[in-house]
């Protein structure tokens, strides 16, 4: 009967984190699904044009979000806050989230309008520069609203209100599409603008993201008779101490990791365009199997949070390990998938027999990895929900920094691998970080589970 009711409730917990987790995979899918259209919708320009849009949003996105990490503290207090039944605490938090986007918005606009001025001295394909400055220098304007889509997003997924994350961003791809078609190509009386074209309609979309959150929280606030914008609290000094403390380290794990791809694309900048556009492809593949882990990560650390508010510890671990079966799960199939049909995946993206021969072993490679890419980013979005965030930074930074991509820069430009050698240090990375997190995962959930048993 124990046994019996033992997995009656282990089955209740993989329902609720299912609920919990598959609105935010839609929506991170329905996220680097708009990298997905942007890419394949300069592809029919140019193989340069290809690497443009993927270098620039490389060097946008490193330094873009380190703001946004730093507003993931909030899914460890929003989410602990709910637990304990705190629900003013939760609004408490997401006013201190704000006013931390608006203080980082400015700081990050200068240094990305600046990004480009790097580019003679870092060696890139003239034929390639030139374009990415453009993208990047319009894609600079949607900071603001993408920071405060980012602050209202972990406040909803604390609350449980998942469902407007998911119609933002599904929606918002449709807003992206429209844009692409109407702006790159010059459809409807617009201008043809090329790259250019493209950044301009992420913004718009970033714009309608940010409304559509702003407003399900103010309806969230408003349903339980506690008005968004008529009790907003000020700045709080300790509060905002507190966000940092476990959002600095959150942001800097992140800055590690995109950081890390980012810097492999600036390398693979200096090569010809074939193998930029084919490393960009890839990696847009590898990317879009990783929003389910990540969806899934960021179901963890809610999960993992509420019960560590609820002070259950057995059951903040068996959330965490629920979620680790989920994402390795689907990994699997990826894998298998980016081995058994690398040419169909590819064509997709561009006609060009050069760039499509030079990504079948890309694609290869990220099968390799893929397991442990799920293991690494669950186990951190778990450890988030527990309040550490400490380790998965040093590990990104011991992995890519200190190890894999000095790898990949020897073997690819000393050894003559090419792209194939700075991919192979990435993967190399991947897998000695997924170990690391794991252990550090297995060992404080241990801790926190026998510390709290009745």
């Known amino acids: 009967m124990r046994a019996q009711s033992a997995q009656t409730g282990l089955k209740e917990e993989l329902r609720s984190l299912l609920a919990l987790a598959i609105p935010v ?3 991170e899918l329905g996220w680097m699904s708009m990298s997905i259209v942007d890419t394949i919708m300069v592809g029919r320009l140019s193989a340069e044009a290809i690497g443009a849009v993927g270098m620039g949003n490389a060097i946008y996105y490193a330094p873009a979000l ?23 605490e939760c609004h408490r938090w997401l006013s201190q989230g704000v006013y931390i986007a608006l203080a980082f ?18 060696r890139i394909n003239p034929a390639v520069s030139q374009q990415t400055s453009d993208y990047l220098r319009v894609l600079n304007w949607g900071t603001l609203p993408l920071l405060l889509y980012a602050g209202f997003r972990r406040y909803l997924q604390g609350v449980k209100r998942v469902g407007p994350v998911t119609f933002a961003l599904i929606s918002a791809n449709l807003i992206n599409w429209g844009g692409n078609w109407a702006l790159i190509y010059g459809h409807l009386g617009f201008p043809a603008m090329g790259v250019r074209g493209s950044a301009l309609s992420t913004c718009l979309a970033r714009v309608y993201m940010a409304a559509v959150l702003i407003f399900a929280a103010w309806k969230n606030e408003a349903g339980r008779g506690h008005p968004l914008f008529a009790h907003w609290p000020g700045i709080a000094l300790e509060r905002l101490r507190g966000l940092l403390k476990l959002g600095v380290p959150a942001a800097g794990q992140i800055v590690m990791e995109v950081g890390a791809f980012g810097a492999a694309t600036v390398m693979a ?26 969806g899934t990560s960021a179901a963890a650390a809610v999960a993992v949070g509420h019960a560590v508010g609820a002070g259950d510890g057995p059951r903040a671990r068996r959330a965490g390990w629920l979620a680790l079966a989920i994402g390795v799960s689907f990994m699997a199939c990826a894998a298998v998938v980016f081995l058994l049909a690398p040419h169909a995946i590819l064509v997709i993206y561009t006609n060009q027999e ?6 079948v072993p890309l694609l290869a490679l990220a099968a390799a990895f893929q397991i ?20 998965p930074m040093l590990a ?13 820069y020897v073997l690819c430009f000393r050894h003559g691998r090419g792209i194939f050698g700075l991919w192979t240090g990435l993967t190399l990375a991947l897998i000695f970080i997924a170990l690391v997190l794991l252990f550090q995962w297995r060992r404080d959930s241990s801790r926190l589970a026998l510390a709290t048993l009745p």
């Not at 442990?372 to 550490?388: H, V």
């Not at 920094?401 to 000095?406: A, E, K, R, V």
């Open 396 to 408: 990104n930074f011991a992995g890519y920094w200190i190890f894999g991509l000095p790898l990949g």
């Open 354 to 359: 050069a760039v499509v021969e030079m990504g």
């Open 25 to 27: 995979i839609l929506s």
């Open 269 to 294: 900048g200096r090569l010809a365009p074939a193998a930029l556009a084919a490393h960009q492809i890839a990696l847009n593949c590898a990317a879009f199997s990783y929003m389910v882990p990540l």
């Open 372 to 391: 442990f890419d799920g293991i690494q980013t669950i186990s951190t979005g778990a450890l988030r929900g527990l309040g550490e965030t400490r380790m």
């Open 105 to 122: 918005t400015p700081v990050l606009m200068v240094f990305l309008w600046a990004a480009p001025l790097a580019f003679p001295y870092l």
């Open 66 to 88: 380190f703001g946004i990490g730093i507003l993931l503290g909030l899914d460890t207090l929003v989410s602990q806050a709910y637990g304990r039944g705190d629900f003013d």
